[in-house]
């Protein structure tokens, strides 16, 4: 069993940034790909971006440029930075992990998800 908790999220104006942490108890995460979804109301949940256990990184079309992902292996973090943020990017923000290192956009790669930090863009 893997518990992942997020922390981060917080009201901030449009062209703002905030920087989203995620901590994993798991014993395999310096192996395990990492990713952030996130949930807008009344929405799915979407991907954002994922770190593969080398480091790789992608991201949707949709925060390029403006979100980064990283990870501390040695501290069993990753993180989510996010500038230029805009109205739409207000949502909860999930962090997932996959011990397989599928390198997925989708939900199903997934194993196990924190409980989300909610993220509020005014205006």
């Known amino acids: 069993q893997v518990q992942l908790v997020e922390s981060g999220g917080g009201l901030v104006q449009a062209g703002g940034s905030l920087r989203l942490s995620c901590a994993s108890s798991?014993?395999?995460?310096?192996?395990?790909?990492m990713a952030w979804f996130r949930q807008a109301p009344g929405k799915d949940r979407e991907f954002v971006a994922v770190?593969?256990?080398?480091?790789?990184?992608s991201y949707a079309d949709f925060v390029k440029g403006r979100f980064t992902i990283w990870r501390d292996n040695a501290k069993n973090m990753v993180y989510l930075r996010m500038n230029s943020l805009k109205l739409e990017d207000t949502a909860v923000y999930y962090c997932?992990?996959?011990?397989?290192?599928?390198?997925?956009?989708?939900?199903?790669?997934?194993?196990?998800w924190g409980q989300g930090t909610q993220v509020t863009v005014s205006s």
């Open positions: 798991g014993r395999t995460f310096s192996t395990s790909g």
């Open positions: 997932a992990t996959d011990m397989y290192d599928r390198f997925g956009h989708y939900i199903e790669s997934y194993d196990y």
């Open positions: 770190i593969s256990r080398s480091g790789g990184t």
